[in-house]
């Protein structure tokens, strides 16, 4: 059994293993030069051949126990007809939603304009370098989705003011989105996916209404993951309450993001825990590396813990950081 699947199932918590979030990207050199000459991102998430080697490039360097497939979460916004481009210094720029067009949207066609994302994972697969190890397939949950697809931008400077304005056109969009995700995680886990990631990024700008936005959808795309018997995780990016998240929406396993209280939390969550540890830290010293990398580790001794990041690896990280981050994973004892 692969090590991250013993934390998850058997809860063995004698073993580290690791993962980072955002671990194929731009942080490696070799992304980069892949990067220069493919400005278009769509399109490279759409290559399986040069998304394979994306994947594999952490792997080749780093002791990781899982892969995590090279795509985006707005590859389901581009599946369902909506243009999306990622822009220079900018970040993503989505087009108007034609809801005539959703609605005559079907599962094959879908899966077909997706169809590069599942030949990647069917060939990562097989690959020997991924022996022992979890190959991660991965959504956008439905309340970060329905986000991106009406602020048509980054919401880092808020929402929209109308964003809430036309409420039927949110409702039916949330009903799409739990139909066309269910359809990506099946064809992922069909591919050769061993484990589903749901990113819900901006769920700490949910304001009221949780259970419409946050518990509702993630418990239906938990529960449907768990029907195809591929464990999941949930990171539920800058919510305030984690324990009642994971009370009322029981993922196998939760990624903490870098504002949780570690200690506070382990006395109010029982299941696997994954993440924590804020990213920027890898922009400091070593021994600072190795104070807060050594916290989330001894907090963590007695339960299963996965240790990855509370949020993607920053594109300024150097290489020689995240190698001692690795060897003092590794170390721990
Ligand atoms: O070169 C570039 O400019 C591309 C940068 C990049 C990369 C490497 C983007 C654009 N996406 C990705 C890959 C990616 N995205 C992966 C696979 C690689 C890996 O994890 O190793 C994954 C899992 C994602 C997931 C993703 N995309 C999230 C959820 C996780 C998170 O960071 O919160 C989100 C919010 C996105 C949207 C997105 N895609 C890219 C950017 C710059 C953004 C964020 C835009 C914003 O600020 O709103």
Redesign the pocket.
Known sequence: MTPIKECLINKKTNINPMWL??????YLPE?REI?KLNTN?IELCLNAELSEQITLQ?LDRFDFDAA???????MIPYGLGQKVE?KKNF??NLGEINLNELSDLDELSFTDRMSPIYKLLQNLSKNKKLKNKDLIG?V?APW?LLVYMINKV???NGLSNNFFADMERVDYLLRILDKFIKIHIKNQVNAGATIIQI?D?WSGLIEKDFDKFLYNPTLSLVNFTKQLGVPVICFP?GISDYPLFCKNVKPDMVNIDYNVEPENLLKNVSIPIQGGLDPKILLTDKKSLKNEVTKYLEIFRDHPYVFNLG??ILPETRIDMVEEMVTIVRNFK
């Open positions: 979030m955002r671990q194929a990207g731009r992304f990067r991102f952490p995590i497939i090279f795509s985006d979460i707005l990622f970040g993503p991965f956008g970060t980054s919401p880092k990113f990024s990016r949020h993607g």
